[in-house]
Nanobody, 126 residues
């Protein structure tokens, strides 16, 4: 059974840093897949933040986080390093995976992801 579990959320002041982790289990039948971080605030649509295709390490970032966020993969763990955090980064962060297609779906297409974690809250105060 495929499962994703996020950790590492919390509260930080603007300009600070946080690192989120997503631990995957049940991926034994897949050698390559896409891992993506989304975020969502109440009343707004889910926003794709960063993706990584494990087949070649290709990364994709939303314009709003380029230069500040870094996605990486180490075995079953996916990590999102977040620096220079802003109050507008406050959201529930989810990791998601697409196991069935080569490459990564568009960051604007959360409906193409098959598995989701429960989310971890990130709060950035000014």
């Amino acid at each position: 059974q495929v499962q994703l579990a996020e950790s590492g959320g919390g509260s930080v002041q603007a300009g600070g840093s946080l690192t989120l982790s997503c631990t995957a289990s049940g991926f034994t039948d897949w050698n390559t897949y896409c891992m993506t971080w989304f975020r969502q605030v109440p009343g707004k649509e889910r926003e794709g933040v960063a993706s990584l295709w494990t087949g070649g390490g290709t990364q994709y970032y939303a314009d709003s986080v380029k230069g500040r966020f870094t996605i990486s993969q180490d075995g079953a763990d996916n990590t999102l390093q977040m620096k220079s955090l802003k109050p507008e980064d406050t959201a529930m962060y989810f990791c998601a995976s697409d196991l069935y297609n080569p490459g990564c779906p568009d960051l604007e297409s959360p409906e193409q992801y098959d598995y989701w974690g429960q989310g971890t809250q990130v709060t950035v105060s000014s």
